[in-house]
């Protein structure tokens, strides 16, 4: 099984894919899960809104889409990511690019995990994980 990385009308160069991986991995892991087939695709504002309102009928453009094909304890999904968005949200919220798409795609595996943020005390909840999840990636980036 596999993490994989895409792109969809879009040209993005991801750094750090094999320290990326194995991130991503530890987290499910420590959550009893196994990596079944895991695709990130980043992809454009013009894709990322023609996939909210095709499959959620939602009119707005958004920095994360998760699709879940989760069976059992094996963790598997299509994650489309808008690099325009996270462009724009990590100007917002005063992060770097890379920070704030590592809080995406970790934000992306945490709802397959079950983590929601459908209301205030879950987001809480999704924002506590999702530090905990960025501490893991910082020590291990820092440790190579």
């Not at 695709?39 to 095709?54: A, D, Q, V, Y």
């Not at 994360?64 to 489309?80: G, M, N, R």
């Not at 945490?110 to 005390?121: A, F, P, R, T």
Request: with cysteine.
């Amino acid at each position: 099984m596999a993490i994989h990385f895409f792109n969809d009308d879009i040209t993005f160069t991801l750094k750090y894919k094999r320290l990326l991986k194995e991130w991503i991995n530890i987290i499910i892991e420590k959550h009893n899960y196994i990596v079944g087939e895991i695709n990130f695709i980043f992809t454009s504002e013009r894709n990322i809104l023609l996939i909210n309102k095709t499959y959620l009928n939602h009119t707005y453009l958004t920095d994360i889409i998760t699709f879940p094909y989760t069976t059992d304890k094996i963790i598997s999904s299509d994650i489309y990511i808008c690099i325009p968005v996270v462009r724009s949200n990590a100007q917002k919220y005063k992060q770097t690019f890379f920070d704030e798409l590592n809080r995406i795609m970790i934000h992306g595996v945490l709802h397959l995990l079950g983590y929601n943020d459908s209301n205030e005390d879950e987001t809480k909840e999704m924002r506590k994980a999702e530090d905990g999840c960025l501490l893991v990636l910082k020590e291990m980036y820092n440790a190579k």
